[in-house]
């Protein structure tokens, strides 16, 4: 059972204190996570091949640690605690770039690759966490308060709740993460400071807001369930289930996926889509197209990316109140179809050449409304989706997004092709090397497609599961052959799933 959000002692906090705390954590999370994406973008342009690797280490630690620990971690800290755990291995990360520019890493890269392994880690705890703390604070905002105004106490549908906070924490972050990818241009073009200041300064940053964290976000209780707990005189049978219970916590993310709830597999094809689109966009398009367009030059790509995260952060304030009105399936779906026209788009226009300043802002708005339906709107489904298990549904979209991410980067280096032809490419930063761009913009269409009807199946269950109460998930307890039971209830049969 879990714990109340609040103490028995200290009356309920009302809407607008729940709203200001959970601002807080948005500006002190999108801090310590915009630092990280800076760094992350300046890798291989700072440090060269070695970039290239450290930023493939810290996909594959992330992706990782969403399927084995993130969930176990949480659940044993509590949301804000596992934040600010979160946050601290992010520190090291950034830290590692400080470290790099004042001892260059090429002979000795592994004080640099380490920081990406743990840096990786710690982005599995902290967006697990994030998810968590979201669904706990649209909990809390749901619930009336005595003292409150009528006005301010009429009732909120956590549906609605979730909307509007998923709007206001992607505008606070997509913004942050605006202003900081451009405090590096700031301090190195007009301030003419050294990249060792300006890692630093992201590393300053980054402290700060961990410090932040641990001190003035409100933590909800969290009172971990210990009836699993070993005494002295534990059975056999009591150990081999305290077992199976740490290894389910551990495994939830995977568990669910594999059919702890029907759901979860329809949703993969709206993390996927956002993946392979993000790694076409960031290594096609900000790789090749922009510098072989009528522009002429890749200076431009740190504005270009910048537009499309000003868009998302305006329009992810936008859908979260449309999502009240119309239901968060048709912004969604909005988004699919985004996605989809960043694919079509090139395979329609082909010729690199050709393409403009018209051309190529639709281009990244495009991305920028996808990005933004993901950040806001997807993770409030997720909220609403899976209540009862939020660490694992949000381990799930980063397994999900971030295994995808992984795949879209690993085929824009080895989809390759042997005659130039239209969709037949030489990329300029690859010694000149012929690469296949058809099939990834292929992949990105089908991908769409497949999120739309994935989609359209989670929905019909999830109404399905809401019409009958006896097959909605109340508790998960970890069994000896199988990982969840509906205790006092019966169990979603697997033919609800076909």
Not at 214 to 223: A, G, Q, R, T
Not at 406 to 426: D, E, M, R, V
Not at 464 to 474: A, G, I
């Amino acid at each position: 059972m879990e714990a109340p959000l609040y103490s028995h002692h200290s009356r309920l906090p009302s809407r607008r204190k729940t709203l200001v705390n959970f601002v807080l954590m948005a500006v002190l999370f999108s801090a310590n996570h915009g630092c990280t994406v800076a760094c992350l973008a300046l890798a291989t342009a700072q440090l060269g091949s070695v970039g290239a690797w450290q930023s493939g280490i810290l996909y594959l630690t992330y992706t990782g640690s969403a399927v084995m620990g993130a969930t176990l971690v949480v659940k044993q800290l509590g949301a804000r605690n596992a934040l600010v755990t979160g946050m601290a291995l992010y520190c090291l990360y950034v830290a590692c770039f400080w470290f790099a520019t004042s001892f260059p890493p090429q002979d000795n890269p592994t004080a640099v690759f380490l920081g990406a392994a743990i840096g990786g880690i710690g982005g599995g705890f902290l967006w697990t966490a994030q998810g968590a703390y979201f669904s706990h604070a649209a909990q809390a905002y749901c619930m009336p308060d005595a003292e409150s105004s009528p006005e301010e106490n009429s009732v909120v549908l956590l549906e609605d709740a979730t909307s509007f906070l998923a709007g206001i924490f992607a505008f606070v972050y997509l913004a942050e993460e605006v202003i900081l990818k451009l405090l590096s241009t700031l301090l190195v073009q007009v301030w003419h400071l050294s990249w060792e200041t300006v890692f630093a300064t992201y590393t300053l940053i980054a402290v700060s807001s961990s410090v932040g964290m641990l001190f003035l976000v409100h933590n909800y209780h969290h009172d971990e369930n210990h009836s699993d707990e070993l005494s002295p005189s534990s059975s056999i049978t009591s150990m081999q289930q305290h077992t199976e219970t740490v290894w389910y916590k551990v495994t939830v993310a995977w568990q669910l996926l594999k059919g702890g709830d029907p759901k979860m597999i329809h949703m993969v094809g709206l993390n996927a889509v956002f993946g392979f689109t993000g790694a076409f966009v960031n290594s096609f398009v900000n790789g090749q197209v922009v510098a072989q367009s009528q522009l002429g030059s890749s200076s431009y790509v740190g504005m270009l990316t910048a537009i499309t995260a000003a868009v998302a952060a305006v329009m992810s304030l936008v859908f979260g109140q449309v999502s009240q009105r119309i239901g968060k399936g048709p912004v969604l779906l909005s988004g699919a179809l985004c996605f989809f026209m960043v694919g079509f788009l090139f395979l329609v226009h082909p010729t690199l050449q050709t393409w403009g300043w018209p051309s190529l802002l639709t281009v990244y708005c495009l991305q920028g409304i996808g990005r933004s339906t993901f950040e806001g709107t997807l993770k409030a489904l997720f909220a609403d989706y899976f209540p009862q298990e939020k660490e694992g549904a949000f381990a799930n979209i980063i397994l999900q997004n971030g295994l995808s991410s992984a795949i879209g980067f690993f085929l824009s280096i080895n989809l390759t092709c042997s005659k130039a032809s239209t969709y037949c490419i030489a990329f300029d930063n690859d010694n000149g090397k012929l690469h296949n761009v058809l099939a990834f913009e292929l992949l990105i269409m089908v991908s769409a497609v497949w999120a739309v009807c994935g989609y359209w199946r989670a929905s019909i269950l999830h109404k399905n599961n809401n019409s009958r109460p006896e097959l909605l998930l109340t508790t998960s307890t970890p069994l000896h052959n199988g990982y969840q039971e509906i205790v006092g209830q019966d169990r979603v049969s697997s033919s609800d799933s076909m």
